[in-house]
C-alpha cells in the first residue's frame, strides 16, 4: 500500500504466522535509487507453507520535486491580453540538492504562455523556488500547454498543466 511516498506492508513477513495475522506497518527501504527509480525487494511467508519464504520484488519511480498547485486555469482572457500572473511553487523535498536543467513552456498553445522563475539551476535540499506564468491568448476557444520542468530529482521531466480561454475576437 502506498503512503505518504513510500511504499509499507501490511504485517511482520519475519513472523511464522500469515502475513496477514499482524497489523502494524513496516517501511520498505530501497535496495537502490537511480534517477528516481528505486526497486524493493518484498519477503513474505505463505500462508499454506510458513517455512517456504516467497519474494516480490517492488519498483516505481519517485520525484524530489513537488509542485502546488499542480495544475493553472487562467479561466476567460480577452485575445491578445495579458493576463494576471500566476504562480508555481516547485519544492525540494529531498536530502539533497536537485539540478535543474531546465524550465519552459511547451504543448499545443506554448507561444500564448509565458513564464519566469527564481529556481536558478540548483534548488537545495527542502527549498523552493517560485515558477510565474501569464496567459496572452492568441485566438478564441480553450488554449493549453504545460510548464516543463528537467531535472535530476526522478521522473523528469515533470509537468504543470496550463489552460485558459482566449475570448472576444
Not at 516543463?148 to 521522473?155: A, L, Q
Request: net charge negative; hydrophobic share 30%.
Amino acid at each position: 500500500m502506498a503512503r505518504d511516498g513510500k511504499y509499507y506492508l501490511e504485517g511482520d513477513p519475519s513472523s511464522a504466522t500469515s502475513v496477514h495475522a499482524c497489523d502494524e506497518h513496516k517501511d520498505l527501504t530501497p535496495l537502490t535509487f537511480e534517477d528516481g527509480f528505486r526497486t524493493w525487494r518484498l519477503p513474505f511467508l505463505h500462508e499454506v507453507n510458513v517455512s517456504n519464504i516467497q519474494t516480490i520484488t517492488l519498483t516505481g519511480t519517485g520525484t524530489d520535486v513537488q509542485f502546488t498547485p499542480t495544475s493553472l486555469n487562467f479561466g476567460n482572457q480577452p485575445v491578445g491580453t495579458k493576463s494576471t500572473a500566476k504562480k508555481i511553487t516547485l519544492s525540494n523535498k529531498a536530502s539533497v540538492s536537485v539540478s535543474v536543467t531546465s524550465i519552459s513552456i511547451t504543448g499545443t498553445n506554448k507561444k500564448d504562455f509565458a513564464e519566469t522563475n527564481t529556481c536558478g539551476t540548483t534548488v537545495k535540499a527542502g527549498a523552493s523556488c517560485t515558477i510565474t506564468v501569464t496567459f496572452t491568448p492568441s485566438a478564441d476557444g480553450q488554449r493549453t500547454a504545460d510548464v516543463s520542468v528537467d531535472d535530476n530529482g526522478g521522473g523528469s521531466p515533470q509537468t504543470v498543466g496550463l489552460s485558459g480561454t482566449g475570448t472576444g475576437t
